[in-house]
């Protein structure tokens, strides 16, 4: 069986460990190259989610960008170790992909992931990742003993100060001294994987709860009833949709179902879907083919956003596969994810209308500023001078929450992990 395009292929321009912690490349007996990435970088916290990507690349020197060249895989074999962990039992899982996910690791520990690629049996290569523990962050859980409220927001707290607070502050200090302050980028994303929570949280038991079909849908399913519910063309197919929302609101289906998306051969389905929003930043394919320059830059007029919004859709259409496969990557792994979500954020920020000349710290003190970055983040960049801008009058808007977020309290406490 053919190894999923998306873990066929590394982002051009980028390594594997530019996506999160990654193993040596072991070559197999044709010359295949595999090499293992872990969303998360050791020592990873206690208790969390550890996800993780076997890369099956072809040779070197093979014709890549003509995807003539895949490798073949029909079997993978992952096993947990731990050299110091006596309590812990070995984990087995053989799957047909290459995606892994486990927890249960205890802190001051080490554990070994270990994945034996097969073909018809034979072991085209063995691939190793090892990681230490910590434990999680004392303050955080000493302000979570003392706070109830929504049951979802401890599992998104600890997330994004545990799991993702030291991508968070390199991004943000990458986009220097007039960019985006560590604390503006932490609460755009705590903004969005609070929406979209990681399985296993129990904001998303919620949302399983809430589904009226306990099964995950397929890709074809899923992206049928997308397109079905948005051109209201089968009922049917729109009652899916309804039946399965909010199952595929938790982040890990819906990049399950993205990925599964890129194997269309028929379509292909991804040329219409450069709108789908994913990873812990719920970044759009088509605005990170413009973040990287992989499509043209699009700013809106506003009253006219339908339009610049056609444009951008059209220009995700002529965007390679190859390009398309390496932005799915980018926005799958948090830490690439994170990376591109501060270089939007700093690209919004500082066009000639905006606020070019502020400073990363008086950035944040200013609520227009905030809630005017935070609207054209959810909505797409506009033309407007800045004296005409303006905000959306919705309640649920994200900009309300932004600025309080940057503020020193809770629920993230800047003033602690992001100042």
């Not at 390594?15 to 970088?41: C, I, K, M, N």
């Not at 503006?184 to 979209?196: F, G, K, P, S």
């Not at 199952?247 to 269309?264: K, P, Q, S």
Request: charged fraction near 25%; aromatic fraction near 10%; proline fraction near 7%.
């Amino acid at each position: 069986m053919t190894v999923r395009r998306v873990e066929s292929r590394l982002p051009p321009g980028l390594s594997a460990g530019d996506l999160g912690q990654a193993s040596g490349e072991v070559l197999g007996p044709s010359g295949e190259r595999f090499v293992l990435v872990s969303y998360l970088e050791s020592p990873v916290p206690e208790q969390t989610r550890l996800d993780y990507v076997l890369f099956a690349l072809p040779p070197a020197g093979s014709n890549e960008n003509l995807w003539l060249d895949y490798v073949d895989v029909d079997e993978y074999r992952w096993e947990v170790t731990s050299p110091t962990d006596p309590q812990f039992a070995p984990i087995l899982s053989v799957g047909d992909t290459g995606c892994f996910w486990w927890e249960g690791q205890r802190p001051s520990h080490q554990y070994v992931i270990t994945v034996t690629p097969r073909l018809k049996g034979a072991i085209l290569a063995t691939v190793q990742l090892t990681q230490g523990t910590r434990e999680r962050e004392p303050r955080l859980e000493a302000k979570l003993a003392r706070k109830r409220k929504d049951p979802g927001e401890p599992d998104s707290q600890r997330e994004l100060i545990n799991d993702f607070g030291d991508f968070v502050r390199t991004a943000a200090a990458a986009t220097g001294t007039n960019g985006i302050s560590a604390r503006v980028l932490a609460a755009i994303l705590y903004m969005e994987l609070n929406a979209r929570p990681k399985d296993g949280t129990r904001r998303a038991d919620m949302y399983r709860r809430r589904s009226r079909i306990n099964r995950t849908p397929t890709w074809v399913e899923w992206t049928s009833a997308e397109v079905r519910q948005h051109f209201n063309q089968s009922q049917k197919l729109v009652h899916l949709a309804t039946d399965f929302y909010p199952l595929t609101e938790i982040r890990c289906i819906e990049t399950v179902l993205a990925g599964d998306m890129f194997d269309d051969t028929v379509g292909p389905r991804v040329t219409l879907f450069g709108g789908k929003t994913l990873g812990v930043g719920q970044i759009g394919l088509s605005t990170a083919a413009m973040v990287i320059g992989a499509a043209p830059w699009v700013e809106g007029t506003p009253g006219k956003l339908s339009e610049a919004h056609g444009k951008v859709d059209q220009n995700w259409r002529v965007v390679p596969l190859l390009a398309k496969v390496g932005i799915f990557n980018r926005l799958r792994f948090p830490k690439a994810n994170i990376t591109l979500t501060a270089q939007l954020l700093d690209r919004l920020k500082n066009r000639a209308n905006r606020y070019p000349t502020t400073g990363a710290g008086a950035f944040w003190q200013d609520e227009f500023a905030v809630s005017l970055l935070a609207t054209e983040y959810n909505h797409g960049p506009t033309d407007s001078a800045l004296a005409d801008a303006r905000l959306p009058s919705g309640r649920d808007e994200n900009w309300r929450r932004a600025v309080r977020f940057v503020k020193p309290s809770y629920p993230i406490y800047p003033e602690l992990f992001f100042p």
